[in-house]
């Protein structure tokens, strides 16, 4: 009990003599404002001196429209003053005098044509009611006037009217009131008759220091209340991986590419030996952008690619179709950063070699959205560029790479990809769910590409990780909509990932 | 990709299924993806359209294995007297090309039947890219009289009965009314005249590449000879459709018998004949790292089906993906297993380095980190009734989007102000900021859009002076100097915003939002902005 009395705030022991009294009382014999007096309450119910009892009410009162409206009229006693004054105009001439948002308008005539007071007849707005009647007070312009008012003591009609007005914008809104009362405990009684008030140091303070301390005690703090809670600034969770990603490529030593998300077909597609026919460039997959047509780069080059398509390059077929430029210069969301890699090897110097390239950004499809699609993800992938190199060397490369994101054991196979050959696909080993998971797609790059872009058939290797199935599975996140929600409680609630 | 699922009993007529014989499915190239009592399912790349049947599956899985390797020769038999199919010139314009063969001696059964027709319609999906590129048809020959004529007529004066019809229709009743009729009508839309083929007896036998006649172009059961035609936009693949589509008829028994085209020119298809594509053991080894000798090559080559003959592989009709070397060379690493390749990374040192973009973002959230504020990341696109509630001008607009997101944002705020909207329940104060691309219509861009890094800062509950004492701190972390100048911009409260000035160059604005703004996007609690372009200060680094 000495101990529990040494702990006790300020606030509690103003409020520990009046615990006989109810809260009104309380307020007033301490001059405290509602909110201390529950506070000291709660305190001292956490001791065990008293238990509280909420009860909640709900209570009808305006919204950030109806504060606005009890003041400035509903928009339909605005829109029914200017059909008398303007009968029999159109709906854009009375909208106009009537100065209301496009929702109010329509809201309003509604409400207007259910009381029988006008009527709509081709385009034009017409009274079709008395002067009196219109004169005449509507329920819901006396309700909000009267309002707050708790539901329980409102009739049928008047919660009719609520009714009605809530399901408009924030006219109304329905806010819950707790009302608290307490009773004192066992132990609580003990307290009575006990003297609480000991000579406490309160807080600590410059002149206490400067004075010092001797013979006196501090007041006990207790710890075990729930305390407000603070939020840290924090970096948004996606990009935590994102700088994640990017560091494991920066550890390898590879160099950063960035550039534009919107970009031609040319440098998505055609440069990256994708048929103009090839599925992936209908709008069903792919966001093109309506009225921009872009330019295409160096004529060689653009020469060089068609070349590629139609009869071949370096001893290929090609497609054997006719290659269309327009096509080319279609501008699209990047569906892929492996534009980026056609843009670099294009601009690549001789001197510059061996050189690693890598990106970690946004790429876009034309999907629908829900649990598990999205039309934004992130993408990684890497290139080397060297004469030497060859396929044992990516799949060392893989081996590494998987090393650093803390795999160590990677199986590969054979796999599919227009602009690479061979090409292979590797799956982790997932050791908590005890399962292979594909997530590297690699390949050699096609001389089909590196002619044209590089002038020579040199070995490009390429690989990247399926960086959202890494991501989600991190942060375990089921719902892809959670990534760009921003729901503000579940970033201040999100933990960081520490890897 | 295409998932194709085989019957696990039809399977085991050729292999037992072993999880030896799993491995190597997965080995040869062609993922197995699930295995249950009756089926078993594989992936099937669409460079590899010869694996989608069992037949043509089996026909090169079993080399794979070490059976029969080498390079598959197909018999087949001239054409006979009347086999023939006459070109008409009027059909250049819109379907050019056809290629034709005919089946004799096969067997056809229900389940073969099913399989014939599920081939035929995965070929004209992935390689006839949806009939658009290559339609194929097939008929019973004992119902048409040949030679067959391949023309184009006036659509009112084509009428036959379509397949599953009862009656006859006119070539735009079947396209208005028959269910296939009305799924590719849109490849006939805007000409003039449709392609048909008709006998001698002068009978439409099918009008591709919508449908075949009702009398004379329905396979049934007890079918034994089939005629089998391709028509399309695309010369080589309507021949390389029909070479897998025969060939994988021979595999199920039949006897390939070619077909006179008679056109400007005259030729028999399908041709046969394998093709020929140099590849050098140098290139080989050097590519994948390996060092092997060419009767190494040479019996890898024919576990993939080629024979290899002095630098060169004869490679079978039906392989559809060899292009060049280098699909002869995964070829060789496939046989030579992709399990057996010893991982190996080269010594070579090059220095990681970071964009200098990133580094500058990097450091700027990095302080407003330590300021307490809470980084967001939406998404790049807006909804339309964003765009026009903000008022923008020169939007830029995705063709059929399948979202409701179907504008590129041209800045960040009008994201922010959905966040906040969506949090404004969430406890107060709440400090946000978001780094983001941002684009604007510019023709001068080889791209034709213009694109920015932005950054936004939000506050609320906050004024405008709260706002700028962000900025200043930020700046003077960031050693640039920033003069204001006050602007007008709708939305934010006149006389509390400012335009941000750095080196005579406006880089964006900072204020206090517009109460009227606010309540139309139902924010209730006050809120300052800023948001500025990042280029000008990448800029001033990279001068640095």
Same mark, same amino acid.
């Given at each position: ?27 007033i014999? #301490? ?14 119910e ?13 209570i ?25 004054n ?6 854009? $001439? ?24 006008i ?10 009611a ?53 009773v ?19 807080e ?25 809670? @603070? ?11 994102? $700088? ?6 920066? $550890?390898l030593?590879?160099k ?10 040319f ?7 994708t ?34 398509? %139609? ?12 290659w ?33 390239f ?6 876009f499809?034309?999907? +629908? ?6 039309? %934004? ?5 890497g ?13 060392g ?14 199986r ?29 797609a ?5 001389? %089909? ?14 690989w ?9 599975? &991190?942060?375990? @996140? ?5 990534l ?7 970033l ?8 | ?10 399977? $085991? ?25 009756? #089926?078993?399912?594989?992936?099937v ?22 059976k ?5 020769? /197909? ?18 314009e ?9 089946i004799?001696?096969? #067997? ?26 290559v339609?194929?048809?097939? /008929?019973?020959?004992?119902? @048409? ?13 084509i ?16 396209l ?14 805007? /000409? ?19 449908i075949?006649?009702?009398? +004379?172009?329905?396979?049934e ?78 019996g ?11 630098? &060169? ?10 292009l ?20 190996e ?7 990681g380095?970071?964009s200098k ?18 980084e ?8 339309q ?23 590129l ?13 969506e ?25 034709g859009? %213009?694109?920015?890094?932005n ?10 002076t ?42 964006g ?5 517009h109460?009227?703004?606010l ?26």
């Amino acid at each position: 009990m000495e101990k529990l009395i040494s702990s006790l705030s300020q606030i509690e022991r103003a409020v520990i003599p009046h615990l006989n009294k109810s809260i009104e009382e309380i307020m007033i014999k #301490t001059s405290l404002d509602k909110t201390t007096v529950i506070r000291a309450l709660t305190f001292l119910e956490n001791k065990e001196i008293v238990r509280l009892h909420q009860k909640v009410n709900k209570i009808a009162d305006l919204g950030v429209n109806g504060v606005y409206y009890k003041k400035n009229h509903l928009p339909e006693r605005r829109l029914l003053i200017t059909i008398e004054n303007h009968n029999n105009k159109t709906l854009e $001439e009375i909208k106009e005098k009537a100065d209301l948002s496009d929702n109010e308008f329509k809201a309003a005539i509604g409400v207007l044509k259910r009381k029988l007071l006008i009527d709509l007849e081709s385009g034009r707005l017409k009274l079709t009611a008395s002067k009196e009647e219109c004169s005449k007070v509507f329920p819901e312009e006396i309700i909000i006037k009267r309002l707050p008012l708790p539901l329980d003591t409102l009739s049928k009609e008047d919660l009719a009217t609520i009714q009605h007005l809530k399901s408009r914008k924030d006219i109304v809104e329905i806010v819950e009131a707790k009302e608290v009362s307490f009773v004192v405990t066992e132990k609580g009684k003990e307290l009575e008759g006990r003297s609480i008030n000991l000579d406490l140091i309160e807080e600590v303070t410059p002149e206490l220091i400067k004075e010092g301390v001797k013979n006196r005690k501090f007041r006990r703090y207790d710890f075990s209340i729930k305390m407000p809670s @603070i939020y840290g600034g924090k970096k948004h969770f996606v990009n935590q991986s994102v $700088e994640q990603g990017k560091k494991i490529w920066l $550890e390898l030593g590879f160099k950063e590419m960035t550039g534009d998300y919107t970009v031609n077909s040319f440098w998505n597609f055609d440069a990256l030996f994708t048929s103009q026919d090839h599925p992936v460039r209908e709008m069903q997959d792919t966001f093109f952008i309506k009225g921009v047509i872009g330019k295409l780069p160096d004529a060689t080059l653009v020469a060089s690619v068609k070349r590629a398509h %139609e009869d071949g390059v370096n001893g290929s077929t090609g497609w054997k179709y006719k290659w269309s430029e327009e096509e080319s210069k279609k501008v699209l969301l990047r569906t892929h950063t492996t534009c980026l890699s056609s843009k670099t090897l294009s601009q690549l110097k001789k001197s510059q070699l061996p050189a690693k390239f890598f990106s970690v950004n946004k790429v876009f499809r034309n999907e +629908t959205i829900d649990w598990k699609h999205a039309f %934004e993800f992130n993408q990684a992938e890497g290139i080397v560029i060297d004469p030497n190199a060859n396929f044992r060397n990516l799949i060392g490369y893989l081996k590494e790479f998987a090393s650093k994101m803390g795999y160590e054991k990677i199986r590969i196979q054979p796999s599919y990809f227009p602009y690479t050959e061979p090409s292979l696909e590797g799956s982790i080993w997932n050791e908590e769910r005890k399962e292979w998971v594909e997530v590297l797609a690699a390949g050699i790059f096609r001389p %089909e590409v590196t002619v044209p872009l590089l002038g020579t058939a040199m070995p490009v290797l390429a690989w990247g990780p399926g960086f959202d199935r890494l991501m989600t599975e &991190a942060h375990k @996140i089921k719902d892809l909509r959670e990534l760009y929600k921003n729901d503000i409680n579940y970033l201040r609630e999100h933990k960081v990932l520490i890897k | 990709m295409t998932n194709i699922i085989f019957s696990k009993s039809e399977f $085991e007529k050729h292999l037992k299924i072993t999880p030896e014989i799993q491995e190597r499915i997965t080995l040869f190239g062609t993922p197995l993806e699930s295995i249950n009592q009756e #089926t078993i399912e594989i992936e099937v790349f669409p460079n590899r359209p010869d694996l989608i049947s069992l037949e043509g599956f089996m026909r090169s899985f079993k080399k794979f294995l070490g059976k029969d390797i080498g390079l598959k020769k /197909y018999a087949v038999k001239k054409p006979e007297k009347d086999y023939n199919v006459i070109v008409d010139k009027s059909v250049s314009e819109i379907r050019p090309y056809i290629s034709c063969a005919i089946i004799k001696k096969i #067997t056809i059964n229900e389940e073969r039947l099913k399989d014939i027709i599920n081939l035929q319609e995965k070929l004209a999906i992935t390689l006839g890219r949806n009939r658009k590129k290559v339609a194929i048809g097939i /008929y019973p020959v004992d119902r @048409i009289i040949f030679p067959i004529t391949y023309t184009a007529k006036e659509p009112k004066e084509i009428r036959y009965q379509p397949l599953g019809s009862n009656s006859e229709l006119s070539a735009p009743d079947i396209l208005l009314m028959h269910p296939t009729g009305r799924k590719y009508e849109n490849l006939l839309k805007g /000409y003039n005249k449709y392609p048909i083929l008709i006998d001698s007896s002068k009978k439409i036998i099918s009008m591709p590449p919508i449908i075949n006649s009702e009398t +004379t172009g329905k396979v049934e059961v007890k079918t034994k000879e089939l005629f089998v035609e391709c028509t399309g936009t695309d010369k080589n693949t309507v021949e390389k459709t029909l070479i897998l589509l025969a060939t994988s008829l021979a595999e199920m028994g039949g006897e390939i018998c070619q077909v006179g085209v008679i056109g400007k020119e005259k030729s028999a298809t399908p041709n046969l004949a394998p093709q020929k594509t140099k590849i050098s053991l140098q290139n080989a080894n050097k590519l994948l790292g390996l060092n092997l000798t060419e009767t190494q090559i040479s019996g890898l080559l024919a576990k993939m089906g080629h024979n290899y003959k002095n630098g &060169a592989a004869e490679v079978a009709p039906y392989r559809v993906d060899i292009l060049h070397e280098v699909d002869l060379i995964e070829d060789i690493a496939i046989a030579y297993g992709y399990n057996n390749l010893t991982p190996e990374i080269p010594n070579i040192s090059t220095p990681g380095q970071e964009s200098k973009e990133s580094i500058i973002k990097r450091k700027l959230s990095e302080i407003l980190i330590g300021m307490n504020m809470l980084e967001i990341s939406t998404y790049h696109l807006v909804k339309q009734e964003e765009v026009e509630n903000h008022n923008i001008k020169d939007s830029l607009e995705l063709l059929d989007s399948k979202n409701e997101y179907k504008y590129l944002r041209q800045n960040l705020l009008t994201s922010t102000l959905r966040i906040l909207s969506e949090n404004k329940d969430v406890e107060y104060p709440q400090k946000l900021f978001e780094i983001g691309r941002v684009f604007n219509k510019n023709t001068q861009k080889e791209n034709g859009i %213009e694109e920015n890094d932005n950054l936004i800062l939000s506050i609320a509950p906050a004024n405008a002076t709260e706002i700028k004492k962000h900025l200043d701190y930020l700046f003077k972390m960031l050693n640039i100097s920033y003069s204001i100048k006050e602007l007008t911009k709708p939305g934010l409260i006149e006389g509390r915003t400012c335009a941000i000035i750095i080196d005579g160059k406006s880089i964006g604005y900072f204020g206090e939002m517009h109460p009227n703004t606010l309540r139309s996007q139902g924010i209730q609690m006050p809120v300052a902005i800023a948001e500025i372009s990042l280029e000008e200060i990448y800029d001033s680094f990279n001068q640095k």
